[in-house]
Structures are given as C-alpha cells and as structure tokens.
C-alpha cells in the first residue's frame, strides 16, 4: 500500500503525466482538490473507488482515509491540482505519513504558471531582459516573511508569477509600479486550459480595472515582467558559428 501525491495539472485533463493517470487507474482510494481538479480525471478511477473532497477535509480527516486504506492494503491517489509541491501543503500531510509509517511517493505535475506562460505562448525568460522566475503570493491567511514581501522580490524586476492573489490586483499594481512602471506589460490567466479560460493582457497601469471589468475574482495567476514585451536579444544557444 502506497500513497500518491499527484500533480493532476492546470485544468486540462490531458496535461495529466502518464505515470500519474496510471496511478489514479489503479487506486480504490483518492483524495481530490476539490473544484480545482478536473472531475474529468475522476472518471479514471476503478468502479468502487472511495472518493472524498478535500476541501472538506481536515488534516486529521485526511489520516483516517490513509489508515483505512493501509488495513485494506489499497493505494490512495492524493490528487493536487498543478503541481504539489508549489502551495499544495503537502508537507503536512507527509509529515503524518511519516508518523503512521505509510509509504508515499510525489509525481510532479504541471503548475499553472508553466501552463500559463503555453497558453500565452510566451517564454518567461528571455536574453537581455531577465533570466529570473519568482513564484510568489500576497499575503492571506498564509503569513509572508518580511524579506519576502512583493515590494523586495520586485526590486530587481524579475518575471514574476503571482499565485492566489487576484483578490489583491490593487494592491499588487500600487507595490509593483514603482519598480516596473505603469507600461510594464501584464498578463492575467483565470483558469488556464480549461474550456472557461480567459487571457487579460494589458499595462500595469490597466490591469486593476480590466480584472474588475472581466469580474475576475479567483482561480486566476498574475504574471507581471518586461518578457511579456517580446524584445529581446538573440539566444546564444542557437546563434550560428
């Protein structure tokens, strides 16, 4: 008996590893992200698999379902959307494994902010503009270290991905414009690769009141950096000898 963390991907069902869609085949156990998994992916699941809903799940919830399945002798998918180990508090939930002595095992999964950059046929680092990623957030219920707030992380204009913050477009625009000035370029993905998507590119200046306009109010990843302007210089790697 194991337990699976699986990055189920962004939305698109296909964007499934073929390692992780075998495993979700042969688990009579799963546990799901809610309304951010695909139901799509829950059709691969044996006939008599027992489904739960994490986001009505508690972390003591979540260890019960793990040692029923460990009397049974039966895998559990865990199922993640993107990929676990970016905000999918998965640490914890290893943690009681450790303690329960279950065995688990982590496949990787796509993030939204790779699926993202696809769908904006976009590539976040460019030669001559930056060679920098941030993954970030604004501060929530998640508390966010001092050193690491947007204002800092912004200092050297990197690209940045900014996760679960769409709620805080305003703030985010008032942080970033000294740093990356109000034409800095900026793309706002809700949903990437579901049939629901929507792409908002605009300024930095902009942003705030396009997101209101589209009534964008969660599900959705800010993407903030001079890449998204297409200048940029010729890549060594394919320069001609």
Not at 15 to 25: A, N, S
């Amino acid at each position: 008996m194991k337990v699976y963390f699986i990055g189920a991907g962004p939305g698109d069902p296909e964007l499934i590893t073929v390692r992780g869609l075998k495993i979700i085949q042969q688990s009579q156990y799963c546990i799901y992200a809610g309304s951010l998994v695909n139901p799509e992916l829950l059709k691969a699941l044996p006939p008599r698999a027992k489904i739960y809903d994490s986001s009505g799940m508690s972390l003591e919830d979540m260890g019960v379902v793990y040692k029923e399945a460990r009397e049974q002798n039966l895998d559990v998918a865990r199922i993640h959307s993107g990929d676990p180990s970016i905000y999918g508090a998965i640490q914890e939930q290893m943690q009681v494994l450790d303690t329960l002595g279950i065995p688990y095992e982590v496949i990787p999964g796509v993030s939204s902010f790779v699926a993202s950059a696809a769908v904006l046929r976009q590539e976040l680092t460019l030669p001559g503009v930056t060679q920098t990623i941030v993954i970030t957030r604004m501060e929530g219920k998640t508390p966010i270290p001092e050193k690491e707030h947007l204002s800092v992380l912004a200092a050297a204009t990197p690209t940045l991905c900014i996760f679960l913050s769409i709620d805080k477009i305003e703030e985010i625009v008032r942080t970033l414009l000294p740093h990356y000035g109000k034409d800095c370029p900026v793309a706002v993905v809700y949903k990437a690769t579901w049939p629901e998507q929507k792409i908002v590119c605009t300024r930095l200046a902009e942003i705030a009141s396009e997101v209101k306009r589209q009534s964008i109010k969660k599900s959705a990843l800010v993407i903030v950096g001079w890449t998204l302007g297409k200048e940029f210089q010729r890549s060594v790697l394919y320069r001609q000898h």
